[in-house]
């Protein structure tokens, strides 16, 4: 049975900011993180930056120690990875085929930037939401916020 | 022998939304042999089917007692009584 969908990723500027400086830094290579928040809330209050074990332009996989770690950690913390996200760095900011087959928490927002445009430096990043569900994908609104309100 | 295994949320269907289940066996792939007695089709989920037989799926982790199997041995690691067995699918896309 389906949770039900909300059609908008609600992110603080501070998660918005980290996710965008670490795409940046790490172009030409994907980069990728999670951010996690309490099981159920929907909430992404904690901002996780991993390594890309793959190192690859094209291609981002978080290494299998890393989450092995990381997911004892959300578990011991009752958390669960609220948006995974990871970067494109030569094409948009939209799932690729090997994204969409390779997606497998279903409650999860996937966030794809794009530095395609601007690489390391400044200037704007495309940043998009999805859901993506037993292969189907379903774009999302982002909504920048200042900080996470307490009743969200 | 009772094996405590994680199954990550995309393979709870198979466990009736069970978050651990319990298994037995020598070898991972007995393991496996014995969550699909109990848990029709999570084997098809962990296993990739080959030409002499089958293989971990690339994009599973498995981990004994908080290490990758893929440094034990595949599915011939050994298993003991006791032991911790955790499925992770891969965080990864391209």
Known sequence: MLPTLDDVLTLDRATYDAIVAHAKRDHPDEACGVVAGPAGSDRPERYVEMVNAAGSPTFYEFDSSDLLRLYREMDDRDEEPVVIYHSHTATEAYPSRTDIGLAMEPNAHYVVVSTQEHGNNHGPVEFRSYRIVDGEVTEEAVSVVPSLSPTH | ?94
């Open chain 2, 1 to 94: 022998m009772a094996i405590e295994v994680r199954i990550p949320t995309i393979l709870r269907p198979y466990t009736g939304g069970e978050k651990a289940v319990t298994g037995a066996g020598d070898s991972l792939a007995e393991l496996i042999d014995d969550l699909e007695a109990n848990h029709p089709g999570l084997r098809e989920r962990l296993l990739d089917a080959k030409d002499e037989g089958a293989d971990l799926r690339r994009f599973v982790n498995v981990y004994v007692n908080d290490e990758d199997v893929r440094f034990l041995g595949g599915l011939e690691a050994e298993l003991n009584d006791g032991d911790q067995v955790v499925v992770l699918p891969a965080v990864a896309g391209g």
